[in-house]
């Protein structure tokens, strides 16, 4: 697959099925750029969230390559996937999880906080959402 951005998403030729499942995810050409807003629809148990899941490293295919800022997640390591997501994506599940012995700003700013990457800017910015959101 030719890179044509160093920052945006590319998948192509992807192919992925759950073991033992009849689902299967076919998906020949997918693009965003940077800064591009992707709305991802369909009936409930068409592969939306597996095809995220493929996007950010948490699945990998049974063909294809996902490529996200120029590096082809489907050749990392796991620690590589970890740190993709740490730093370049951030991805909500319908299935998701506070925890709920952190409050929602710390909550919000656990991903910086493992990552490494946290700054007294983020903490602002945390704490006017949190406080937005009630």
């Known amino acids: ?6 920052s945006g998403i590319e998948v192509s030729g992807l192919q992925f099925s759950y ?5 299967a995810l076919r998906l ?3 693009h965003a750029q940077p800064g591009e807003a992707v709305a991802i629809s369909g009936p409930s148990g068409c592969g939306k969230s597996t095809l995220l899941r493929l996007m950010c490293g948490l699945l990998t295919p049974d063909a294809g390559t996902v490529c996200v800022g120029g590096g082809e997640v489907t050749r990392m390591t796991a620690e590589e996937r970890r740190a993709l997501r740490l730093r370049r994506m951030g991805v909500v599940f319908q299935d998701f999880a506070l925890l709920d012995y952190l409050t929602v700003e710390e909550n919000l700013l656990l991903p910086m906080r493992l990552g490494g990457f946290i700054d007294a800017d983020a903490a602002t910015r945390a704490r006017e959402l949190a406080g937005r959101l009630g």
């Open 19 to 23: 073991a033992r499942e009849a689902f």
């Open 28 to 30: 020949e050409e997918f």
């Open 1 to 6: 697959m030719a890179d044509t951005t160093a």
